[in-house]
Antibody, heavy 118, light 107 residues
Framework: EVQLVESGGGLVKPGGSLRISCAAS????????MNWVRQSPERGLEWVSS????????HYTDSLKGRFTVSRDNAKTSLYLDITSVRADDTAVYYC???????????WGQGARVIVSS | DIQMTQSPSTLSASVGDRVTITCRPS??????LAWFQQKPGRAPKLLIY???VLQSGVPSRFSGSISVTEFTLTISSLQPDDFATYYC?????????FGQGTKVEIK
């Protein structure tokens, strides 16, 4: 069974940094492109970033480039999202999402809630 | 960026009703479209991909179609478990984008 379990969310002060992690199991992690998607009441579902199976290629939504960094460790079957200079509008639930070969999102984690507040 | 416009935003329906939700992209996406169902406090769940292919395990009352430039999600006979919010998403070109959602409520 595919399992994606996020961790690392919580309360962060504006201007701070955080890392969200996703532990994957139940499938061959190293062969899948992985994504981060976030959701807030204000912005709805928003795709954040993707990383290719070997980690060679990354993509980001333009407005987040420079503050968000996606990475992975295939040996540890883990996906990461580093966020710097956090802002109030980064408050959201962050989902780790598996991407099927031809591009659709077939498995989602339960989400990690991030609250940015002083 | 490709904008995805869903309609309606909210839909009130009764058990047994046929329900239709539409999604219109701002430019051509071929058939690279997925539909998701989300319940409160839960992650989205894939229902349909490639516009009309039913994900394994999803009930056959769900179907997807394309008509010219508009995509449609149909629930043939609404069941109690189907009251949720539905989203479309294009994966034709980066950045992947979602519709704003359609909340299906009990009438």
């Amino acid at each position: 069974e595919v399992q994606l379990v996020e961790s690392g969310g919580g309360l962060v002060k504006p201007g701070g940094s955080l890392r969200i992690s996703c532990a994957a199991s139940g499938f061959m992690f190293s062969t899948y492109t992985m994504n981060w998607v976030r959701q807030s009441p204000e912005r709805g579902l928003e795709w954040v970033s993707s990383i290719s199976s070997a980690g060679s290629y990354t993509h980001y939504t333009d407005s987040l480039k420079g503050r968000f960094t996606v990475s992975r460790d295939n040996a540890k079957t883990s996906l990461y999202l580093d966020i710097t200079s956090v802002r109030a509008d980064d408050t959201a639930v962050y989902y780790c999402v598996r991407e099927e070969t031809t591009g659709w999102f077939d498995s989602w984690g339960q989400g990690a809630r991030v609250i940015v507040s002083s | 960026d490709i904008q995805m416009t869903q309609s309606p935003s909210t839909l009130s329906a009764s058990v047994g009703d046929r329900v239709t939700i539409t999604c219109r992209p701002s430019q051509s996406i071929s058939d690279w479209l997925a539909w998701f169902q989300q319940k409160p406090g839960r992650a989205p769940k894939l229902l349909i991909y490639k516009a009309s292919v039913l994900q394994s395990g999803v009930p056959s009352r769900f179907s997807g179609s394309i008509s010219v430039t508009e995509f449609t999600l149909t629930i043939s006979s609404l069941q109690p478990d189907d009251f949720a919010t539905y989203y479309c998403q294009q994966y034709n070109s980066y950045p992947w984008t979602f519709g704003q959602g359609t909340k299906v409520e009990i009438k």
